[in-house]
């Protein structure tokens, strides 16, 4: 079974640090990867998608990188703000039907 | 643009009672699937549903539970009999408006609270 752990599970960090987020898992047959902000009580907003055949993916100041074959995933936000503060999700598969989640990094920036 | 929306976003209900949480995908798709979210935890995968049947489930999913398109459009799941421990964050997924299974896109979630 396909497990996924993020570290760390919280970060806090002082406005306008770059910062990196980490994921990996257990079983690198996998389609693709995404990572996913959740705001406190709501619902999953997807951030970047990785197909299993890519190595990383922009946008914005988000970048995300893969290496499948070691299992990891990073995200990394440069120059961060206080609105970035969030839980950050890390999600793959699917394998089967099922994507797996990890816990999350909650993520708090100090102005 | 959201591939998938769903109602209602929140739901208060008694121990006992009979829920349904509804998924209203915006273009054709044809896999849909049921997460769910306690507080606190990860996001564990419930169904998975094509051409009208249950694909596959995990083992939280039990005789509680029950899912279906009623109409060919919505997919529904519905909670027979709801526990205090039912309340979570419910998500619906779809596949990629090509039919492909590479990827899902998640519904911004359904709120349940057992009281």
């Known amino acids: 079974k396909q497990e996924v752990t993020q570290i760390p599970a919280a970060l806090s960090v002082p406005e306008g640090e770059n910062l990196v987020l980490n994921c990996s898992f257990t079983?690198?047959?996998?389609?693709?990867l995404q990572w996913f902000r959740q705001d406190p009580g709501k619902g999953l907003t997807s951030l970047l998608l990785?197909?299993?055949?890519?190595r990383e993916q922009t946008s914005g100041r988000l970048n995300a990188s893969l290496d499948k074959s070691s299992g990891r995933s990073t995200l990394y936000i440069a120059a961060s703000q206080p609105g970035d503060s969030a839980t950050y999700l890390c999600?793959?598969?699917?394998?089967?039907?099922?994507?797996?989640f990890g816990t999350g990094t909650s993520l708090t920036v100090i102005p | 643009e959201p591939e998938v929306t769903q109602t209602p976003s929140h739901q208060v209900t008694q121990m006992g009672q009979e829920v349904i949480l509804r998924c209203v995908p915006i273009?054709?798709?044809?896999?849909f699937y049921w997460y769910r979210q306690i507080l606190g935890q990860k996001v564990e995968f419930l169904v998975s549903f094509y051409n009208n049947e249950i694909s596959e489930k995990s083992e939280i999913f039990d005789d509680q539970f029950s899912v279906e398109r009623p109409d060919g459009s919505n997919f529904t799941l519905k909670i027979r009999s709801t526990k205090l421990e039912d309340s979570a964050m419910y998500f619906c997924?779809?596949?990629?408006?090509?039919?492909?299974?590479?990827?899902?896109?998640f519904g911004p979630g359904t709120r349940l609270l057992v009281l």
């Open positions: 990785i197909q299993s055949s890519q």
């Open positions: 999600a793959v598969g699917p394998t089967g039907n099922q994507f797996y």
């Open positions: 079983d690198s047959a996998i389609y693709n």
């Open positions: 997924a779809v596949d990629r408006v090509a039919g492909g299974r590479e990827t899902q896109y």
């Open positions: 273009s054709n798709h044809l896999y």
